[in-house]
């Protein structure tokens, strides 16, 4: 399984951005697809996850409202629409997959994914 990032770049206060996970080599729909997100000398931390074939989409308590993410079946993508962007969303964004029976219980573990992709930055400044 490969995934690949893209979206990223540098944007203003306020503004709002799209990424996109795109997956070759297994159905996203199958298992559960997180985002994460890591900041300069900070941990690697949860922003969101779906597992579509559970009905479920879970998110970082601070980022609820403000982020959303979604799959795209037909073509393999899950996408994190991200508004309202502020300086401290400043980050390098990975997407991660996991396809075991328990993949979808833990979203919020970077061990419940297996496959993870390089990752794709996002600077948020004036």
């Known amino acids: 399984v490969q995934l690949v990032e893209s979206g990223g770049g540098l944007v203003q206060p306020g503004d709002s951005v799209r990424l996109s996970c795109t997956a070759s080599?297994?159905?996203?729909?199958?298992?559960?697809v997180g985002w994460f997100r890591q900041a300069p000398g900070e941990e690697r931390d949860f922003v969101a996850s779906?597992?579509?074939?559970?009905?479920?989409?879970t998110y970082a308590d601070s980022l609820r409202g403000r982020f959303t993410i979604s799959i795209d079946n037909a073509e393999n993508t899950v996408n994190l629409q991200m508004n309202t962007l502020k300086p401290k969303d400043t980050a390098v964004y990975y997407c991660?997959?996991?396809?075991?029976?328990?993949?979808?219980?833990?979203?919020?573990?970077?061990?419940?994914?297996?496959?993870w992709g390089q990752g794709t930055q996002v600077t948020v400044s004036s």
């Open positions: 779906i597992a579509w074939s559970r009905g479920r989409t």
């Open positions: 080599g297994r159905s996203l729909s199958s298992g559960a």
């Open positions: 991660a997959a996991g396809f075991r029976s328990d993949s979808g219980s833990y979203p919020l573990a970077r061990a419940s994914y297996d496959y």
